[in-house]
């Protein structure tokens, strides 16, 4: 059974920086291009950042450009999320996620982590 | 300003069919594939369609997906209390290989 637990959020001040992770489990990780999506109170779903399955290919969102990065480790089946520069904008709850595979190789959504970037 | 443009609300009373669009381009859903989503408060999005018109298994088949040219819709029939939420129509950006793109979400009300 696919599984996607983030971790790593919480509260900083503007102008910081979190590392959020994403420990995957009952697939193949590094098979798959892995995404992060976010979500602001009282906002709709918005697109963060892309990563291919071996990390040779990394995308963004302008919002968070030159500001976030992206990486993965295949060996330990994680995904992480280098946040600096924190804005208040930036507050929000942060998805991991499984691309769809084709077919019924479904697309897979962890908890979701909550961070708040407030003074 | 989400890249796919959803209407921000709909609403049916029970029992009824309503239909939720999703319009994109030739950059996205024009060369690719359409999923949807449902989103309910507190949380993670759940998977409704995938691949356009596909079924997870467990989603029932009042929910249907269609897609034609840049634009996709979802339908739901035999409307229920249970269906108010929130979905969201997801693409991929052709120029970013592997990139998503999210439309603004649609409001759905049972009234």
């Known amino acids: 059974q696919v599984r996607l637990v983030e971790s790593g959020g919480g509260v900083v001040q503007p102008g910081g920086s979190l590392r959020l992770s994403c420990a995957a489990s009952g697939f193949t990780f590094s098979k798959y291009g892995m995404q992060w999506v976010r979500q602001a109170p009282g906002k709709g779903l918005e697109w963060v950042a892309f990563i291919r399955y071996d990390g040779s290919n990394k995308y963004y969102a302008d919002s968070v450009k030159g500001r976030f990065t992206i990486s993965r480790d295949n060996s330990k089946n994680t995904l992480f999320l280098q946040m600096n520069s924190l804005r208040v904008e930036d507050t929000a709850v942060y998805y991991c996620a499984k691309d769809w595979g084709g077919g019924d190789d479904y697309i897979a959504w962890g908890q979701g982590t909550l961070v708040t970037v407030s003074s | 300003q989400s890249v796919l443009t959803q209407p921000p609300s709909v609403s049916g009373a029970p029992g009824q069919r309503v239909t939720l669009s999703c319009t994109g381009s030739?950059?996205?859903?024009?060369?690719?594939?359409v999923h949807w989503y449902q989103k309910l408060p507190g949380t993670a999005p759940k998977l409704l369609i995938y691949?356009?018109?596909n079924r997870p298994s467990g989603v029932p088949d009042r929910f249907s997906g269609s897609k034609s040219g840049t634009s996709a819709s979802l339908a739901i029939t035999g409307l229920q209390a249970e269906d108010e939420a929130h979905y969201y129509c997801q693409s991929y950006d052709s120029s970013r290989s592997g990139s998503w793109v999210f439309g603004g979400g649609t409001k759905l009300t049972v009234l």
């Open positions: 691949g356009d018109n």
């Open positions: 030739s950059s996205n859903i024009g060369p690719g594939v």
